[in-house]
C-alpha cells in the first residue's frame, strides 16, 4: 500500500497549486480525526483524504474528476476501498456513498474549505480563536464563499452522522493540529 510519503509526492507532482494541496491537507486532516473519534484505520482515512483530489488539475471538470484518475492510483496500488470513497465524492460518477470512508471524505471535503474561508477574514487570520459560531454566521451569508453548497455540506454531515455544528467544530479542531502547515496560524499562536 502507498504509504502518506509517496501520497504527499504524487499530490506535489499533479498539483500546483498551493491552496489545492492546502485543501487536500485539511480534508486528511479532518478524515485522520475522524478516524480516531470512529476507531477505523488512520492510515486509510487519511490517505484517502489526501489523494482524493490530486488530479483536479489534470482533469478540472466535474465529468473527469475524479474518475479519470483512478487508473494512476490504481496502478500505484492504492487500496480499492481508498478508490471507491474517491469515486464516491465525485457528484457526477454515479459511485453511491455506502461505507463510513465513503460518507466521511464527502462530509469533510467541502467543510474545509468553508473553515479555510472563514477563518482567512477573522482578524486574526487564525483557526486558533475560531468557533462553530462564526462559521454559523457565515453560513447564512450566501455571497461569502458562495461556492461552498450549504445544502450538500448539511447533508453530507447528517449522512455521515453528525449533527452540522458539531461537525464544524471537529473539522476546525482537526484542522488546528496542522495551522502553521495551512498557513492558518494568522497572528495567534497555538494556546493563545
Not at 498557513?183 to 497555538?190: H, P
Request: hydrophobic share 45%.
Amino acid at each position: 500500500m502507498m504509504n502518506r510519503n509517496e501520497a504527499l509526492n504524487l499530490v506535489n507532482t499533479y498539483i500546483k497549486a498551493p491552496g489545492l494541496v492546502n485543501h487536500m491537507l485539511a480534508v486528511e486532516a479532518a478524515m485522520r480525526f475522524y478516524a480516531k473519534e470512529l476507531n477505523q484505520d488512520v492510515e486509510i482515512w487519511g490517505l484517502t483524504g489526501l489523494l482524493h483530489d490530486y488530479d483536479w488539475e489534470i482533469h478540472p471538470t466535474l465529468d473527469l474528476h475524479p474518475a479519470a484518475g483512478i487508473a494512476l492510483l490504481r496502478e500505484q496500488g492504492v487500496p480499492e476501498e481508498i478508490l471507491h470513497a474517491i469515486l464516491a465524492h465525485g457528484v457526477d460518477t454515479g459511485v453511491p456513498r455506502e461505507t463510513l470512508l465513503d460518507k466521511g471524505l464527502y462530509a469533510c471535503d467541502e467543510i474545509t474549505g468553508l473553515v479555510t474561508a472563514v477563518a482567512l477574514v477573522r482578524p486574526s487570520r487564525s483557526l486558533y480563536d475560531l468557533t462553530s459560531s462564526s462559521v454559523k454566521k457565515k453560513w447564512k451569508d450566501r455571497a461569502f464563499a458562495a461556492g461552498v453548497n450549504r445544502e450538500e455540506v448539511a447533508e453530507a454531515a447528517a449522512d455521515f452522522g453528525v449533527e452540522l455544528w458539531q461537525h464544524v467544530d471537529n473539522v476546525i479542531l482537526a484542522m488546528r493540529a496542522i495551522a502553521p502547515e495551512l498557513g492558518l496560524e494568522g497572528n495567534l499562536r497555538e494556546g493563545e
